[in-house]
Structure formats: structure tokens, C-alpha cells
């Protein structure tokens, strides 16, 4: 058990709709990131928060949107969800001030299936 | 887009035999760790080698990094049934967000 969970851990839903993957990171830990996982992209980074604050944004998608809140957990946005958003959807922690720094903590993942 | 590439991109192997997965990568890095995935969970730490290191060990792991030909090894010995799962590395590079390859993915036949 890493100490990140994630909720929900299956969502089925239809294509237009909009979804909201919730995380909360390890206690203390400062970062979260979340990523996609899907068999065509693999994993790839969405975006990074630090202590409530946008640090790095990568391959993520206009209709998605996250945030992190006063009590660090997260939020990911999901809207006007089409087919191909099918995927696993991890959320990861960090401490910067660990020693092994950048080492990550994954979430057991939120499967989300668009029908 | 992917940073590394895993290579082979499935092994399978007798138990007790030990398996050697490979990794390359595209730009300089900081750091590069590998990382375990059982089937449809979540992923697992493995061990972190940084650029200034060549080699590293955890019990049954041993991780090399040759920055010269941007590549990595893992290697598994006396390989158990557990093990299997896919194994990813990726790269770190300065900032704290992290590239992974495609993954390699062992099966460990009893």
C-alpha cells in the first residue's frame, strides 16, 4: 500500500459526459501528478501540483482540468469525454524533500470507461 | 511522447532463471528509475539510479546506467513466480514529472 488512494477505482460512463477522479496524496507529500495510461499513448503525464499550485503540465487536454486543494488532495476534471479517454488514470505523490528525490507514489488508479 | 524504450517488450522465463530488461533514452537526464506494474494496478518503486552513478543494487535488483549510450539495464535474479508484472523505467530531468517507456512485460513461468 503506497498511502495514495484514489476514488473511484471504476467509473463507466457515456461520451459527452463529465467526470471528476479524486486523490489524496501521501501524508506530508506536497506533490501530486497525475497520468494516463491507455494501450495505444502508455503512461503519460498530465500535470503536476505542488501545495496547491500548477508546477508542470504535459500531454493534458483542454477538456481536462485539475486542482489541488488546502488539505492537498486533488482533483482531475474530466469533460466532454469521448471514446478514446478510456484509460487508467493514476495519481502519484512526491516529497521533494525525501531523500530518494522525484521517487513517486502511485495510487491504485481509476479505470474510467467511455461508452 | 515516450522518453524511454523498453526492450524486449515481453520476456518469458523459467523460475530461478534471471531476466535483464533494457531501457533507452532520448535526452540527458538526472535521475532514471524503473518501477513494477501487476496487471491493471498501480505502480510500484523499484529503485533510482542517478546520472552520476554506474550501478546499484536493492536484494535482487541491479540496475546499471551508462549515460554515454543513454541506456539502463535491470536485472532480476533467481527470478520467482511474484515477479511477474511489467516493468517501466523513466526518466526524470530536472523538474519532478517523470517520462516512462512503453514497459517490458515478464512473465515468470513456475
Known amino acids: 500500500d503506497s498511502g495514495v488512494t484514489q476514488t473511484p477505482k471504476h467509473l463507466i460512463t457515456a461520451t459527452g459526459q463529465r467526470v471528476t477522479l479524486r486523490c489524496s496524496p501521501r501524508s506530508g507529500d506536497l506533490s501530486v501528478y497525475w497520468y494516463q495510461q491507455s494501450l495505444d499513448q502508455g503512461l503519460q503525464f498530465l500535470i503536476q501540483y505542488y501545495n496547491g499550485e500548477e508546477r508542470a503540465k504535459g500531454n493534458i487536454l483542454e477538456r481536462f482540468s485539475a486542482q489541488q486543494f488546502p488539505d492537498l488532495h486533488s482533483e482531475l476534471n474530466l469533460s466532454s469525454l469521448e471514446l478514446g479517454d478510456s484509460a487508467l488514470y493514476f495519481c502519484a505523490s512526491s516529497d521533494r524533500r525525501a531523500r530518494s528525490y522525484n521517487e513517486q507514489f502511485f495510487g491504485p488508479g481509476t479505470r474510467l470507461t467511455v461508452l | 511522447s515516450q522518453q524511454g524504450e523498453e526492450d524486449p517488450q515481453a520476456l518469458s522465463i523459467q523460475e530461478g532463471e534471471n531476466a535483464t530488461m533494457n531501457c533507452s533514452y532520448k535526452t540527458s537526464i538526472n535521475n532514471l528509475q524503473w518501477y513494477r506494474q501487476n496487471s491493471g494496478r498501480g505502480l510500484v518503486h523499484l529503485i533510482l539510479?542517478?546520472?552520476?552513478?554506474r550501478e546499484k543494487h536493492s536484494g535482487r535488483l541491479r540496475v546499471t546506467l551508462d549515460t554515454s549510450k543513454k541506456s539502463s539495464s535491470l536485472l532480476i535474479t533467481a527470478s520467482r513466480a511474484a515477479d511477474t508484472a511489467s516493468y517501466f523505467c523513466a526518466t526524470g530531468a530536472g523538474s519532478y514529472q517523470l517520462t516512462f517507456g512503453k514497459g517490458t512485460k515478464l512473465s515468470v513461468i513456475p
Open positions: 539510479i542517478r546520472s552520476n552513478e
